[in-house]
C-alpha cells in the first residue's frame, strides 16, 4: 500500500536516531543513591524558598473565613436533614 509520501512497509528515510548514542541518565547517572537524595533535598528546600508565605494577619482572615464558612455548611446541611427526616416520618408514619 503506497501513498503519495512512500510506503508503509518501506519509509522514505532512514532514522536519524540510529546515529546517536543513548544517553546514561545525565545529573542522576553519575552519582549515588545518597547523592541523589541530597539533590532531591536541595530541590525542596529551592522550591520552597519560591513559596510566597501568608502574613499573621492573612492567615487568620484566612482562617477566620474559613471556620464560618464550615458552619454555615453544617448548619445549612441539618437544616436539609432535618427536613428530609421529617418528609420521611411523614411518608412512612
Known amino acids: 500500500m503506497t501513498d503519495a509520501v512512500g510506503s508503509i512497509d518501506m519509509p522514505d528515510a532512514e532514522d536519524e536516531s540510529r546515529d546517536?548514542?543513548?544517553?546514561?541518565?545525565?545529573?542522576?547517572g553519575k552519582?549515588?543513591?545518597?547523592?541523589r537524595l541530597g539533590l532531591f533535598y536541595r530541590q525542596i528546600v529551592a522550591e520552597l524558598r519560591k513559596v510566597v508565605w501568608p502574613t499573621r494577619s492573612?492567615?487568620?482572615?484566612?482562617?477566620?473565613?474559613?471556620?464560618i464558612f464550615v458552619v454555615i455548611m453544617i448548619?445549612?446541611?441539618?437544616?436539609?436533614?432535618?427536613?428530609?427526616?421529617?418528609?420521611?416520618?411523614?411518608?412512612?408514619?
Open 31 to 35: 552519582k549515588g543513591p545518597l547523592g
Open 75 to 93: 448548619g445549612l446541611v441539618t437544616v436539609i436533614d432535618f427536613g428530609f427526616q421529617e418528609a420521611v416520618k411523614y411518608v412512612f408514619g
Open 20 to 28: 546517536k548514542k543513548p544517553r546514561k541518565g545525565g545529573k542522576r
Open 58 to 67: 492573612q492567615l487568620t482572615t484566612y482562617t477566620t473565613v474559613v471556620i
